[in-house]
C-alpha cells in the first residue's frame, strides 16, 4: 500500500507540475503578445513619422526649385541693370 500511495503522489506532483508549467506558459503568451502588440504601435507611429518626414521633404524641394528659379531670373535681370548702368555712364561722360 505505500507503494501505491508514493505513486499516486508522484503522480499528483507530476500533474502539479505540468499545470504550473502550463499556467506560466499561457502568462509568457499573453505577456510576448503584449509586448508583439506594443511594439508592433511603436512601429507603425515611426512609419507614420517617415511618410510625413518624405511628404515634407518633397515640397521643401519644390519650394528649393521654384527658389533657384527666381534667383535665377534676378540674377539676368541685374544683369541687364548692370549693362544698361554701365551705358548710362559711358554715354554721360
Known amino acids: 500500500m505505500t507503494v501505491e500511495v508514493g505513486v499516486l503522489i508522484a503522480i499528483g506532483g507530476l500533474l502539479l507540475?505540468?499545470?504550473g508549467y502550463q499556467l506560466n506558459r499561457t502568462k509568457e503568451v499573453k505577456?510576448?503578445?503584449?509586448?508583439?502588440?506594443k511594439i508592433q504601435a511603436q512601429l507603425d507611429y515611426i512609419g507614420k513619422g517617415v511618410d510625413d518626414i518624405r511628404i515634407e521633404l518633397r515640397a521643401n524641394q519644390k519650394d528649393i526649385g521654384a527658389l533657384n528659379e527666381r534667383v535665377?531670373?534676378?540674377?539676368?535681370s541685374a544683369k541687364q541693370a548692370h549693362l544698361r548702368i554701365n551705358n548710362i555712364n559711358k554715354e554721360s561722360v
Do not use: H, L, M
Open 17 to 19: 507540475s505540468y499545470f
Open 31 to 37: 505577456t510576448d503578445s503584449r509586448q508583439d502588440a
Open 72 to 76: 535665377t531670373r534676378v540674377e539676368e
